[in-house]
């Protein structure tokens, strides 16, 4: 994927700054994660399940679950990071049908933008707001590979895309990357798909917050896990799942 990455990060032409991250995210120092005894179980809504309970946050996150639960899991993620699609593979349904059904977690995505296929996947994962958004990232993680090799396969059309501004270049990415027809099999059509991609305010409000964010706490890789506030020092599934355990979610 060599040649992906150089196109990837080059600068992006339109008036924003985009903080890189690295996929992978180093060693921190944990601080006082919670602990306790298995909660009980909180019960949704008559007619609802908490695993169907989505809203974007006023972070610019997607949440997932009981907007009150006890136990707050947000990841710091980009679409094109093989470690994220590791753990949304190896995590996402046994959060969501386990922990996130039982009341006791929410489950919040906040991007952390590393290059343009990146932010462009992230832009079409909202397009059809909060409720399809975590099936959405899931897809796209699950579907990593297939991304990049067509993206590789159309690298003149990538390049061509990366020589344009706004909206014209992310549209000439998801060009490149098949991402119209990836989104249109998940019912987000053609159409609807290039208005998200030249919504620049939009998008340009996802590159800011990832950049605040990344200055603000420090992060320099993705994953990156918080648990009530407090930095998780594991990035995969069945590390972080036993700190979820540990804190009181069964």
């Not at 298995?38 to 907007?67: C, K, M, Y």
């Not at 996402?92 to 343009?116: C, F, H, Q």
């Not at 119209?180 to 159409?191: E, L, M, P, V």
């Not at 798909?193 to 603000?216: F, G, P, Y």
């Amino acid at each position: 994927m060599k040649t992906l990455r150089q196109f990837a990060t080059l600068s992006l032409a339109i008036p924003l700054t985009l903080a890189l991250a690295a996929c992978g995210s180093k060693d921190e120092k944990e601080g006082e994660l919670p602990v306790s005894e298995p909660i009980a179980h909180i019960a949704p809504p008559a007619g609802q399940q908490w695993a169907d309970v989505s809203a974007e946050t006023p972070e610019g996150g997607f949440r997932l679950g009981n907007p009150d639960a006890p136990l707050k899991l947000v990841e710091y993620a980009s679409h094109t990071c093989s470690h994220c699609a590791d753990f949304s593979v190896e995590g996402a349904e046994k959060l969501r049908d386990k922990y996130v059904a039982s009341g006791v977690l929410s489950y919040e995505i906040r991007n952390l933008v590393r290059e343009p296929l990146d932010l462009t996947i992230a832009t079409l994962a909202r397009c059809s707001g909060p409720q399809a958004f975590h099936p959405l990232a899931e897809q796209a993680w699950a579907n990593l590979g297939p991304i990049f090799d067509t993206a590789n396969k159309n690298k003149e059309v990538y390049a061509a895309a990366m020589e344009k501004t706004g909206g014209a270049r992310f549209q000439g990415i998801a060009e490149a990357a098949g991402l119209y027809d990836f989104f249109a099999q998940r019912g987000i059509s053609r159409d609807q798909a290039m208005q998200c991609l030249s919504d620049v305010n939009r998008i340009t409000e996802i590159v800011n917050r990832s950049d605040k964010d990344s200055k603000d706490l420090e992060i320099t890789g993705t994953p990156t896990f918080f648990l009530n506030g407090k930095r998780i020092n594991f990035t995969t599934w069945d590390a972080v799942e036993p700190v979820l355990q540990n804190a009181g979610a069964r």
